[in-house]
């Protein structure tokens, strides 16, 4: 397929996510690959000149290891979710806030967008509580145990109207997983979960999850094995059946509790792919997972638009 016909079968998508917002996670793994962070704000320096509103949510998963294991702390991990004790949460705070939203803002900049770095702090966007321990199963033995996640949090509300501002005057913003409750004390929450909520009270048309595989795959150790299109009644019959487990877990529960809560799609990409997200929203092929309630997948099956 040559350039113009690409531009040629891009142009009704063009049109159709005009003026629309989507949020757009992305993980550690994504912040630390130079190459990818650069393809990354290229696509999304492309979607705001075109008039698309776009809000990043990032995580720092692996860096926030790193930086645990130069200092002596041994991470630990339950469900994809990390156990966060007082060391941990300035591990996070420094990480998370500091250098990563940096590193994001630095490779917006280069590329001509207009970004303003935030947390869950600033504004009161995102006001949570301290998780209470919490019976959690494991998938591969079916036992059960009480976990203390420690200085994780619950979002009990958000207010965009900050982030709603921002959009409103062409910024991008790039927010941090951190909150805090009423007593300003702060709260470590998974990136997933945030992405997830602010695309529901923002409305948005998209949920796109950046991953270092392709997408939902039937075996994780296979990359042809991709799930190109999964409904959200599939998507909650694989998690409960233990298809899919690990750190795709949360992901793929955003995602879902996302477009039950009214945001028009999901997806899963590979944020290594350059040029991931426009492929997957303006080519009829797409190139990762997408998620839909069950009536709206019939309709991309009998040729409405991916997109």
Known sequence: MNDITLLKQALPYLRHHKKSTMVVKLGGEIAANRDALRSLAEDVSLLTHVGIRIVLVHGGGPQATEMQKRLGLEPIMVGGRR???????????????????????????????????????????????????????????????????????????????????????????????????????????????????????????????????????????DPASLITRITTDQAKAA???????????????????????????????????PGAILLELFTSAGCGTLIAEPHDLSEIVDGGPRG
């Open 83 to 221: 156990v966060t004790d007082e060391a941990t949460l300035d591990v996070a705070k420094m990480v998370f806030a500091g250098k990563i939203n940096t590193d994001i803002l630095s490779a917006l900049r280069g590329q001509g967008v207009s970004a303003v770095g935030l947390s869950g702090v600033d504004g009161d966007i995102l006001h949570a509580t301290r998780r209470p321990p919490t019976d959690v199963v494991d998938p591969a033995t079916g036992v059960s145990r009480v976990v203390d996640y420690g200085l994780v949090g619950d979002i009990q509300a958000v207010d965009t109207s900050l982030l709603r501002l921002l959009l409103e005057n062409k910024y991008v913003p790039v927010l941090a997983s951190l909150a805090s409750d009423g007593a300003g004390n702060i709260l470590n929450i998974n990136a997933d979960t945030v992405a997830s909520v602010l695309a529901k009270d923002l409305q948005a048309s998209k949920l796109v999850i950046l991953t270092g595989v392709p997408g939902l795959l039937r075996d994780r150790n």
């Open 239 to 273: 998690m409960r059946d233990g298809t899919v487990a690990g750190g795709m877990l949360p992901k793929l529960k955003a995602l879902v509790d996302a477009v039950e809560g009214g945001v028009g799609r999901g997806h899963i990409l590979s944020g290594t792919q």
